[in-house]
């Protein structure tokens, strides 16, 4: 049983992180490596506001809150520029990862190396679940995903700027031609993939202690799970979190866990074989 909740609690995580990469991709095209210092930050603030006093709540949204006005800096400062030199965005991939090395040195010239936990009322928190004692946490951790991605699937759905990001993901021309704002829209999608950054960092932050560079490492499984997924499908970043957090998870417990960065590229690859463009992938992306 406990071996089932780790590979759920890590598959929540890791399909927290891709929504997030899959919906930026989706709409300009980049793998957008620059949320994982979106997350540090939104963290590491997280650390400070609890720590200096602030109410649980509170501190919650102004961290994710903060997140989502620096997706937006991110998509207006360092995206556009490209975006409309280059509508394929060739050089995205290493703008992304510069604006990465900028947050992580910024966070770390403003808030130090030291490693912090989140302060949250339930850390110590653990209950009897099956017969066996599970930490409150790994309960959040999970809770906070579905909540997460069921509410960003209602607002695709149901609302008239969640049906314009799908469309501009979908065809981006077509979106255009049929009235969608784009600029508007990209800064819509980039706004939200950063309150789930702000979300996913609650939920990092308190499983293991923030510093600087404490996503760079995951938010590449994160984008391996949007590959195996399909780029820009939010459906796939979810099936594709889960298939890397159970591999990972049996992984460790069958082999080693030394290995667990490379059980993802294992599931990756076989997913590849057979699903070339990913599980829900589409064949043509339209810019």
Do not use: C
């Not at 400062?77 to 050089?91: E, F, K, M, S």
């Not at 999608?189 to 789930?196: C, D, E, Q, R």
């Not at 990972?248 to 080693?256: D, K, Q």
């Not at 990756?268 to 057979?274: D, F, P, Q």
């Amino acid at each position: 049983m406990g071996t089932v909740f780790d590979a759920v609690t890590l598959g929540s995580l890791y399909a927290l992180l891709a929504v997030g990469l899959s919906l930026v991709y989706g709409v300009v095209g980049i793998p957008h490596f620059a949320q994982a210092g979106v997350l540090a930050t939104a963290a590491l603030l997280m650390v400070f506001l609890g720590t200096a006093g602030l109410p649980f709540v509170a501190m919650v949204l102004i961290g994710m809150l903060a997140a989502g006005v620096l997706a937006i800096l991110i998509e207006r400062l360092a995206y556009t520029p490209i975006l409309r030199g280059n509508p394929t965005a060739v050089a995205g991939p290493a703008v992304a990862l510069g604006i990465l090395l900028i947050l992580d040195s910024a966070n770390l010239l403003v808030w130090g190396a030291q490693r912090r936990v989140i302060p949250v009322p339930y850390g110590s928190t653990s209950v009897t679940l099956l017969g066996e004692r599970i930490a409150v946490l790994r309960l959040v951790v999970v809770g906070l995903a579905v909540i997460a991605i069921t509410a960003l699937q209602l607002f695709l759905r149901r609302t008239r700027t969640g049906r314009s990001i799908v469309a501009v993901s979908q065809d981006q021309v077509a979106a255009r031609l049929v009235g969608v704002g784009v600029r508007r829209t990209t800064t819509a999608a980039f706004f939200i993939s950063g309150l789930l950054a702000g979300v996913a960092a609650l939920a990092f932050g308190t499983l293991t202690p923030a510093y600087p560079y404490m996503a760079d490492t995951v938010i590449l499984s994160a984008f391996v799970v949007i590959i195996i997924g399909g780029l820009g499908s939010v459906p796939g970043a979810i099936v594709g979190g889960f298939l890397v957090g159970i591999a990972e998870v049996a992984g460790t417990a069958l082999i080693s866990g030394a290995y667990a960065p490379v059980y993802a590229f294992v599931v990756l690859l076989a997913v590849l074989m057979v699903k070339p463009n990913g599980l829900f992938g589409r064949k043509v992306r339209s810019s």
